[in-house]
């Protein structure tokens, strides 16, 4: 039996593997592909605030940028490399330096692991009784939480929908040399061993499900090398290697951390108003011992360890979560709707 059983070792996953072996639990941890094999695997992975006015959003990033530079620096100092970042808005208007950092991401999320149990496959059931989850009917586990970005969901319920963009990021040799992290049309890593690192694309039409076509590499490479180009020049450019992937997104921006409301259940409440303006979450049935982390989009080495410590001391010790990030918010929307 363990403490917990994770599905998906993405950057959100392992960083709850962390916290929990941090704390002595027994934790297993599934995936259907390995280690950082999803989104996780395709990112840049550049620690940094939102640039943007402001709003919830906004200061959740502020937040968690404060406490994972700190988090990479202390724990994993080999797998982080700190960097001025110089940020220049689209119209050239606005410059911001600060210090920020950028983390080896498939390095970082294989350490974040050390301790757990892993294992390579899909997860298609998880059967709850007598206490205690059943997983594929062949492992147990007190709680589970579903760390599975932008993935087919294992829970179906109509109100959980995120959306998957599509990223491509590239690493390239050239002669051109580059100091800083820079932010603009793309982000630039600072050169090592000849080396760039430039990302992303978002690209909402690709869908590596549901699309038609294939997707396009060197069309994405165009785009990424034009856009760079027009903050750096770029001399004896030779693409070394592509990364793809999906961002996990909800509809509203914020990620969701916390536990998954049971639909069925909840609507059959006679005592629930389900149009009232400010609903009390309390009121609504949960699955026991069950919780998600995911929808972090474009900045998910910045938010995990800041959201896995969130739902670690929740978990274990019963501490609330702001309840901005909690999956019921949507499950309220859906049902006022109806
Ligand atoms: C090109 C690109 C560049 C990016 N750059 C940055 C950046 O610079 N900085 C930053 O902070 N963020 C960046 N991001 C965003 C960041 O990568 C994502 O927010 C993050 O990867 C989301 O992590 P996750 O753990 O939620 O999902 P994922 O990394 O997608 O992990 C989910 C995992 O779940 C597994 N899984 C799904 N279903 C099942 C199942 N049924 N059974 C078992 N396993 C399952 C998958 O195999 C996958 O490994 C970038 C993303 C992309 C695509």
Sequence with gaps: MYDLAIIGAGINGSSLAYEFIKKGQKVILFDMEGIASGGSGAAGAFISPKFSKSGELKELIDKAFIYSMQFYEQNFPSLFTKATLIHTSQDNEEKYTLESGMVNAEAMCNALCEGVTLK?????????????????????????????????????????????????????????????????????????????????????????????????????????????????DLEDVEVV?????????????????????????????????????????????????????NGNAGYGFVLAPYLAKMLQEHILNAKSIDERLAPARFFARWARRL
């Design 120 to 232: 390579k496959q899909k997860v298609e059931s998880l059967y709850f009784d007598d206490g205690f989850w059943t997983i594929d009917e062949s492992y147990s586990a007190k709680n589970i939480v579903l760390a599975i970005g932008a993935y087919e969901q294992i829970i179906k319920e109509p109100y959980i929908q995120l959306r998957g963009i599509w990223g491509h990021r590239i690493d390239i040799k050239t002669s051109s040399e580059n100091k800083n992290i820079l932010h603009q049309f793309v982000s630039i890593s600072p050169s090592r061993d000849g080396m760039l690192s430039i990302g992303a694309t978002h690209n909402v039409h690709y869908h590596p499900e549901t699309s038609k076509e294939a997707y396009d590499l060197e069309k994405g490479r165009e785009e990424l090398l034009e856009k760079a180009s027009q903050m750096i």
């Design 241 to 293: 290697k592509d990364y793809t992937g999906l961002r996990p997104g909800s509809n509203d921006y914020m990620p969701l951390v916390g536990s998954l409301v049971i639909s069925k259940e909840t609507l059959a409440s006679k005592s629930i108003q389900f149009q009232r303006k400010n609903p009390d979450y309390a009121m609504y049935t949960y699955y026991p011992n069950l919780y998600m982390i």
